[in-house]
């Protein structure tokens, strides 16, 4: 599988915007652009994925380049609620299998 | 949207003995599940994919004799930790797909289950 990386830790203000970036240079046509988030003590929640085009769902935004080499998770305005684990993860198609990397932590200040 | 549902939550158990984690699809079959492990302040590590049907495919490393795994049914995965150790004890997560296609998959992760081994 493709592998990915992202910064290991990121700070934010409450209620403003956050971008999340990762990089996936080895990514193959096939591969989704997956982005998962876990909070302490919890399983993963899934949070957005996306092929080639730019994805909006109620939770953020994904912006992926169009080489497909890199995207970005969008929070649009970060609560202390998002205070994650956030991961990058490519995925080929039929199958669920996920490898995780180290994700990016994300603190989220009042 | 689907859930994906873990049993027990936490379970704490003497060195030794053996213990079950339970794994279900609440609105969605899932002929694929999948174990992870995760220790803190770590990422989760896949231990092996849940086949309904058939024998789990265990990663490398990943004794499979220790860590038992029966996928009786479509909704349901287990995993047994045999003659559980200290070194055992961690956070454990199941996961199954979905649906797959051009949608992409979408995973559903169970909550969770913290196993102590005392």
């Known amino acids: 599988d493709a592998k990915t990386t992202q910064p290991n830790s990121m700070e934010s203000n409450e209620e403003e915007p956050v971008h999340l970036p990762c990089n996936h240079s080895?990514?193959?046509?096939?591969?989704?652009i997956h982005w998962y988030r876990q909070l302490p003590s919890q399983g993963p929640e899934y949070v957005i994925h996306?092929?080639?085009s730019n994805v909006n769902n109620r939770m953020a935004s994904l912006a992926i380049a169009e080489d497909r080499k890199s995207s970005t998770l969008i929070l649009h305005r970060a609560t202390l609620r998002d205070a994650a684990v956030y991961y990058c993860?490519?995925?080929?198609?039929?199958?669920?299998?996920?490898?995780f990397g180290q994700g990016t932590t994300l603190q989220v200040k009042p | 949207g689907a859930v994906v549902s873990q049993h027990p939550s936490r379970v704490i158990c003497k060195s030794g003995t053996s213990v079950k984690i339970e794994c279900r699809s609440l609105?969605?079959?899932?002929?694929?599940m999948f174990w992870y492990r995760q220790f803190p302040k770590q990422s989760l590590m896949l231990m092996a994919t849940?086949?309904?049907?058939?024998?789990?495919?265990?990663e490398q490393g990943v004794e499979k004799d220790k860590f038992l795994i029966n996928h009786a049914s479509l909704t349901l995965s287990t995993l047994t930790v045999t003659s559980a150790h200290p070194e055992d004890s961690s956070f454990y997560i199941c996961?199954?797909?979905?649906?797959?296609?051009?949608?992409?998959?979408?995973?559903?992760f169970g909550e969770g289950s913290w196993l102590t081994v005392v």
């Open positions: 996961s199954a797909a979905g649906g797959f296609g051009d949608s992409g998959n979408t995973i559903y």
């Open positions: 080895t990514i193959s046509g096939t591969d989704y």
């Open positions: 996306g092929l080639t």
């Open positions: 993860i490519l995925i080929g198609s039929n199958t669920g299998k996920l490898i």
């Open positions: 609105d969605f079959q899932a002929t694929t």
């Open positions: 849940s086949n309904e049907g058939s024998k789990a495919t265990y």
